[in-house]
């Protein structure tokens, strides 16, 4: 069986949901670990707190409901649950390093066997910022890295993460 790069990326997002519990707070990093929001069941209760100022928001909404003001931190359009509620940079930034989030999802770069993980810069490339990557991992009550095991044919699994650390 041949899995396509969305397909991996749809089985780790799923496996992600399995970690998240009832009245969770949840930051859902850039790309992949955004799709964790769209496989979460009905069933289960969790709020998703993005670093561009909203707390409440959902999966991605049909087309025709869209609101381009809402996004998540890939950019992606989402709707907001009842009770949502939107704030500045600040507080969001508050949020993330108050301890106020229960589970951080992340990407990496790469990740070592000490847990060390780099994600926010690669030497010779344009970078605007680190983002919130370092406050959510120090902030966070738990985090996860939800990353595939290699990009380009390197692995992303190291014995000693050689990219600066997070």
Request: charged fraction near 25%.
């Amino acid at each position: 069986v041949v899995l396509t790069k969305e397909k991996v990326g749809e089985i780790i997002a799923i496996r992600v949901v399995k970690e998240l519990k009832d009245c969770d707070v949840i930051t859902l990093g850039i790309v992949l670990p955004s799709e964790v929001a769209k496989h979460v069941l009905p069933a289960v209760n969790v709020m998703f707190q993005a670093e561009d100022g909203v707390i409440g928001g959902g999966k991605k909404p049909a087309d025709d409901t869209k609101d381009y003001r809402i996004t998540n931190a890939s950019g992606v359009c989402v709707d907001t649950l009842p009770g949502a509620c939107f704030y500045d940079s600040q507080m969001a930034f508050t949020m993330m390093r108050g301890g106020h989030i229960d589970i951080s999802v992340i990407g990496a770069l790469q990740v070592d066997q000490e847990g060390n993980l780099a994600s926010w810069l690669i030497p010779g490339k344009f970078v605007p910022g680190m983002g919130g990557a370092m406050d959510l991992i120090v902030g966070s009550k738990k985090v996860i890295v939800a990353m595939e095991h290699s990009s380009k044919g390197e692995k992303k699994f190291l014995k000693k993460c050689t990219l600066p650390l997070t």
